[in-house]
């Protein structure tokens, strides 16, 4: 049943999300503190734990396996929706540091592709995304 | 006619922001084989694309939300909202699989550090350079 993978990863983040706020309250940061991450730690556990007793289906994993395939579809929408304009009234800061972090981590993908030589390409999502991402968050 | 269309396209404000960013991944994707051979991954261009859509919706509306400031669109701020947001990252954490990260080995670990680190630095630099 795909709702099972669904559910799990439903109650995997709401649980997070509660514990973050939580912590949020007892540091008294009136924030989500590490929400996500607990999120993310709680659904690794639940999976490693379904494994071993066999209870995972391939059906299961297809449900929790379609929002992470979402991801990036998710975060286009939300760039959609940045104060873009108000960013770049703010000045030229916002653009050079987006340009500034693109070039440096260009710079580094070239540098570290140069010394290993192996099979890197997996790297290459992980190494692109926090670079769009920064023009968004000014 | 046209009326109709938006009526319907409004009532499913959800629906059509999947159809939109599809179809925004679909021809990021086309321009990624096409102009940069591979080079440059489709959804960093499908990114810029949602970002200079954000400055047409804003510039448009006056508003604050980019492109989900236009009723046609309003379904975007619902997918791109923190709800759906941290549902997809979390998801993300599922397809990690132990032994595929051993893999990476250590120069995976200090590319993924690094990708992270560098970009703040360079902004805490710009911020600290323009007061």
Known sequence: MIIY???????????????GDM?????????????????MILLICARLW???????????????GFWGAMYIPVVVAMAAQQNVVTALHGGPVAVLAAIGSVVVCGCTIALISRTHKGEPLPDEPTEISPVGTPVGGR | MWDLIEKGLEHNGLVTAFAFVGVIMWVSV??????????IH???????????????????????????????FSGIGLMGGAMLRDFAIVATAFE?????????????????L?????PFIVGACMAWAFG
Not at chain 2, 49 to 66: D, E, F, S
């Open chain 1, 50 to 64: 379904m494994q071993k007793r066999g209870g995972m289906t391939k059906d299961c994993e297809m449900g929790v």
């Open chain 2, 114 to 118: 690094l990708g992270t680190v560098l």
């Open chain 1, 5 to 19: 993978g669904v559910a799990l990863l439903a109650i995997c983040t709401l649980a997070g999300v509660i514990m």
């Open chain 1, 23 to 39: 912590l949020g309250v007892l540091l008294g940061v009136k924030s989500n503190v590490g929400g996500v991450g607990i999120a």
């Open chain 2, 42 to 72: 489709g959804s960093a261009i499908a990114i810029v694309i949602g970002l200079v859509l954000a400055w047409v919706g804003g510039t448009m509306t006056g508003g604050q939300k980019g492109l989900a400031d236009l009723t046609l």
């Open chain 2, 96 to 112: 990690v699989q132990a032994t595929e990260a051993k893999k990476a080995g250590l120069i995976g670990v200090i590319a993924l």
């Open chain 2, 30 to 39: 086309v321009l990624s084989k096409r102009l940069t051979f591979g080079r």
